[in-house]
């Protein structure tokens, strides 16, 4: 099945078999439906609009799971489920990103605000743990999904709004398309990243650098060969 979003407030599920619709259109929204994402299992829908709310549609029976979630104030420009499909992440032109318990149907704190930019596009990584986002100031910002912090500095590259971003399957490289009309190919992998650290600080990260780049993990040792931060990190 797949799902088409469009200027006229529906949602379209399409057979891509017989290239027909399945059904009439899913109408909820009040204005133009900008993204939509359908969970892993394919059991629900998620549909992004300019009204400023994500409606949670039961895809078998095509109905809205509930009311509208309603927390962004202005149009919702990208939705994204985590690979469980526990978790909602929606992205607005007011420069935030939200993360719902999809069961509970609440906000997971705080929204994510540090970047400042519009976000277009959102993409969990397999193992659920980190966030990527597109942005209008021409980068991909990596979060910390239980923290809510960013990892590391934005990845800047392209020379135009980033419109959509995804991970591999193995989640080691991310994808990025920008309206500069190129897309990049990110090396995100843990590994990789330790490398680079080890090879410009020549030192392993201390305790604050840790937190800031890996978020909330326990910290480890990843240059072999060179001193740890004394004492310890907890």
Same mark, same amino acid.
């Given at each position: 099945?797949?799902? !088409? @979003? !469009?200027?006229?407030?529906?949602?379209?599920?399409?057979?891509? /078999?017989?290239?027909?619709?399945? &059904?009439?259109?899913? @109408?909820?929204? *009040?204005?133009?439906?900008?993204?939509?994402?359908?969970?892993?299992?394919?059991?629900?829908? @998620?549909?992004? !609009?300019?009204?400023?709310? =994500?409606?949670?549609?039961?895809v078998a029976a095509r109905k809205p799971l509930g009311e509208p979630l309603a927390r962004h104030e202005e149009a919702v420009t990208g939705v994204a489920f985590s690979p469980d499909g526990r978790?909602?992440?929606?992205? !607005?032109?007011?420069?935030?990103?939200?993360?719902?318990?999809?069961?509970?149907?609440?906000?997971?704190?705080?929204?994510?605000?540090?970047?400042?930019?519009? =976000?277009? &596009?959102?993409?969990? $990584?397999?193992?659920? +743990?980190?966030?990527?986002?597109? $942005?209008?100031?021409?980068?991909?910002?990596?979060?910390? =999904?239980? /923290? &809510? *912090?960013?990892?590391?500095?934005?990845?800047? &590259?392209? +020379?135009?709004?980033?419109?959509?971003?995804?991970?591999?399957?193995?989640?080691?490289?991310?994808a990025s398309v920008s309206r500069d009309g190129t897309a990049i190919l990110w090396d995100v992998a843990l590994e990789s990243w330790q490398g680079r650290a080890c090879h410009v600080a020549n030192?392993?990260?201390?305790?604050?650098?840790? *937190?800031?780049?890996?978020?909330?993990?326990?910290? *480890?040792?990843?240059?072999?060969?060179?001193?740890?931060?004394?004492?310890?990190? $907890?």
């Amino acid at each position: 099945t797949l799902a !088409s @979003a !469009s200027r006229d407030k529906t949602v379209i599920l399409w057979d891509v /078999t017989t290239g027909k619709p399945l &059904g009439e259109p899913l @109408a909820g929204h *009040r204005d133009w439906v900008y993204r939509v994402a359908f969970s892993h299992d394919g059991k629900t829908l @998620a549909s992004a !609009s300019w009204d400023k709310t =994500v409606i949670l549609w039961d895809v078998a029976a095509r109905k809205p799971l509930g009311e509208p979630l309603a927390r962004h104030e202005e149009a919702v420009t990208g939705v994204a489920f985590s690979p469980d499909g526990r978790t909602l992440a929606s992205a !607005s032109m007011d420069k935030t990103v939200i993360l719902w318990d999809v069961a509970a149907r609440k906000p997971l704190g705080e929204p994510l605000t540090e970047d400042n930019e519009v =976000v277009f &596009g959102l993409a969990f $990584s397999p193992d659920g +743990k980190t966030l990527a986002s597109a $942005s209008m100031g021409w980068t991909v910002i990596l979060w910390d =999904v239980t /923290t &809510g *912090r960013l990892l590391g500095r934005p990845l800047a &590259g392209h +020379k135009g709004w980033v419109y959509s971003v995804t991970f591999s399957p193995d989640g080691k490289t991310l994808a990025s398309v920008s309206r500069d009309g190129t897309a990049i190919l990110w090396d995100v992998a843990l590994e990789s990243w330790q490398g680079r650290a080890c090879h410009v600080a020549n030192r392993n990260l201390s305790c604050e650098e840790w *937190r800031n780049y890996m978020g909330e993990r326990p910290y *480890r040792k990843v240059c072999d060969n060179l001193r740890a931060p004394e004492p310890k990190c $907890s």
